[in-house]
């Protein structure tokens, strides 16, 4: 299985460099929100004191993932009606050799969109007093949650009828964030939309991100990240799995 998903990723990483605008595509509104918050309504919202820019990259590096994970299930839904996908199948190869591939090169595309998102925070001000293990940290949950949203992605790209409808699926994930603390306190929500917000993934996960970045020590919103992303990352892998299964048979 090893050997044929590393055959399937390199043909799955050269489509990617062969269409970079997917990745520009990727980052350019995550990099238009940073923009907008920081230079237009920034200056209107109290986060304590903390530097906002600082304050609100954990939420837009997430919308960045959230956008990137679109692609995949546009790439796998084009494999599945181009037969390119029924072709492998008939071939002696790993069956889920196919879905890996889609992932792994996933996991990688949404590594180079993180990557320029955060090179873009840097200019504008960005900055960490993390060390090396809270860094570490940081890569460790941005990739569990990349790999949790990229089997989500699978579903629809296995499941749609039409382009649009595999890679719509990702639009309510994308504004997930703005009902969170990944733009303003929770505490300056009214009732009701604070109460979704400090019980939503998203909250826990930006504020682990956010406690990391910031070099202190995690706390409790950590391990409730954690069992977010675990916990979506093994539903989604499971029905991915079925619905895989039940397209071959």
């Known amino acids: 299985m090893i050997t044929d998903t590393r055959v399937l990723l390199g043909r799955s990483l050269k489509h990617v460099t062969r269409s970079m605008d997917t990745i520009i595509t990727t980052a350019v509104m995550p990099i238009a929100f940073l923009l907008l918050f920081v230079y237009v309504f920034g200056g209107a919202i109290d986060v304590g004191g903390a530097n906002y ?11 960045t993932i959230a956008s990137g994970i679109a692609y995949t299930a546009f790439r796998l839904f084009t494999d599945m009606r181009s037969g390119i996908v029924e072709r492998f199948r008939s071939m002696p190869i790993a069956r889920s050799a196919v879905l890996w591939a889609h992932v792994l090169t996933s996991m990688v595309a949404n590594l180079i969109s993180l990557l320029v998102v955060l090179a873009v925070a840097l200019i504008m001000g ?100 954690l069992a977010w992303c675990v916990g979506v990352l093994a539903v989604a892998f499971v029905a991915a799995n079925l619905l895989y299964r039940r397209k071959a048979a």
């Open 126 to 225: 960005f900055r960490s007093t993390a060390g090396v293990l809270n860094w570490l940290a940081v890569a460790g949950i941005l990739a569990l949650f990349t790999l949790a949203l990229t089997w989500i992605a699978v579903i629809p790209g296995l499941t749609a009828k039409t382009v649009d409808g595999a890679s719509a699926f990702s639009y309510p994930l994308i504004f997930l964030p703005f009902l969170s603390s990944a733009f303003v306190p929770t505490d300056s929500m009214p009732g009701p939309v604070r109460a979704f917000a400090e019980h939503q993934p998203v909250t826990a996960i930006v504020n682990a991100i956010r406690e990391l970045l910031a070099g202190q020590a995690p706390g409790s919103d950590l391990w409730v990240a």
């Open 53 to 63: 820019v600082d304050y609100l990259l954990p939420g837009i590096l997430l919308i």
